[in-house]
């Protein structure tokens, strides 16, 4: 890991309680939903891989796939020029949103 991340970490991301993230497909490119995560989870996420969110409703942290088997592996990670949001760039194996879709983004205002 490099000098850069831990500036980002620290002086960024050390300083708020949540941030959302932008989940995108790495295949094609389709945005899967957006989700929250404090320190820890963005630090677990990192690290593994594997995102876990911070469920706002249930203020409980989770792994997305544990229970459901809809893992999700992160491939890239981009921040954007604040460095107050994400967007995790990342494969799905089956499916993406809760209600066993691919995307939480599937209705047209």
Known sequence: MNNFFYKILFLVIWKK??????LQNFL???????VW???FCFIESFFYKKPCY?????????????YSNNI????????DCDID????IIFI???SCHYN??????YLL
């Not at 309680?17 to 932008?22: E, S, V």
């Not at 999700?72 to 921040?79: A, E, N, R, V």
């Not at 949001?85 to 995790?88: L, R, W």
């Open 93 to 95: 194996k089956l499916f």
């Open 17 to 22: 309680k949540l941030f959302p993230i932008i």
């Open 37 to 39: 995560i404090n320190k």
């Open 72 to 79: 999700q592996i992160i491939k890239k990670i981009f921040f």
């Open 54 to 66: 911070w469920s706002r409703s249930k203020l409980i942290f989770w792994r997305k796939g544990y």
């Open 28 to 34: 094609n490119k389709k945005i899967l939903s957006l």
């Open 85 to 88: 949001s994400f967007i995790f």
């Open 101 to 106: 879709l691919i995307s939480c983004f599937n």
